[in-house]
């Protein structure tokens, strides 16, 4: 099965500074990646996702980069705020036949982003 | 319709005890997701439903779980003879079909078996 590793898991910034997490992933079938952050008592959720036939995607502050050939996919965050502050996770996932067309994700352990005022 | 919605929020039960809980997904989402997360541990699949078919299980999911959605809307896990190992978050998530690559997460279940 799919195995995703992700690193750090504490990463501490000044507010302004950037933020990269970075993921890697075993199983070469994968293509969807998605990056979620969950707060405090909170559920997951979802932020940013990539698909495979795509290398970089940005949203506002927000970017992820995926190299399929390196098995390896990082979220960017720039400009942190203190409001970023929270655990965020990256998942790998192939699209399942036994699961009717749905993707299942793996999860990586997290990060637990804190960002300094 | 505001999001994924679960009942009951925080559960505590003695060891032995059986818990249900409960999953509203986005009412035009017709694929439902349950996941168990323990501390320090990203979310693992338990379970999943199209409609009201089951269509995948999880070999982290124990003959003492079951799960069901009978009419394709809400769904329920219940855990029978809770043990302390069962003590985690259970988080639930809704997709649609057409796009059935983003889930959207439930606030979770937080369970602790004493």
């Known amino acids: 099965g799919e195995n995703v590793e992700q690193h750090p898991s504490t990463l501490s910034v000044q507010e302004g500074d950037s933020a990269v997490i970075k993921c890697t992933y075993s199983?070469?079938?994968?293509?969807?990646f998605p990056w979620y952050k969950q707060e405090l008592g909170k559920g997951p959720q979802l932020i940013i996702d990539?698909?495979?036939?795509?290398g970089e995607k940005k949203d506002q502050r927000i970017a992820v980069t995926l190299n399929k050939t390196a098995k390896h996919f990082s979220l960017h965050i720039t400009e942190t705020q203190p409001e970023d502050s929270a655990v965020y996770f990256c998942?790998?996932?192939?699209?399942?036949?036994?699961?009717?067309?749905?993707?299942?994700?793996?999860f990586g352990r997290g990060t637990s982003l804190i960002v300094h005022p | 319709d505001t999001g994924v919605s679960q009942d009951p929020r925080h559960k505590i039960t003695k060891r032995g005890q059986n818990v249900t809980f409960r999953c509203d997904p986005i009412?035009?989402?017709?694929?439902l997701y349950w996941y168990r997360q323990t501390l320090g541990q990203g979310p693992e699949f338990l379970t999943y439903?199209?409609?009201?078919?089951?269509?995948?299980k999880s070999r982290l999911l124990s003959d003492r779980f079951s799960a069901e959605r009978p009419k394709g809307s809400f769904s329920t896990l219940e855990i029978q003879r809770t043990e302390q190992g069962d003590s985690a978050m259970y988080l639930c998530?809704?997709?649609?079909?057409?796009?059935?690559?983003?889930?959207?997460f439930g606030p979770g279940t937080r369970l602790t078996v004493t």
């Open positions: 998530a809704s997709s649609a079909s057409g796009s059935s690559y983003e889930q959207y």
């Open positions: 998942a790998a996932s192939s699209k399942s036949h036994a699961s009717g067309g749905s993707y299942i994700p793996t």
């Open positions: 199983d070469s079938a994968s293509n969807y």
């Open positions: 439903f199209q409609n009201e078919a089951q269509l995948e």
């Open positions: 009412s035009e989402h017709n694929r």
């Open positions: 990539i698909r495979s036939n795509v």
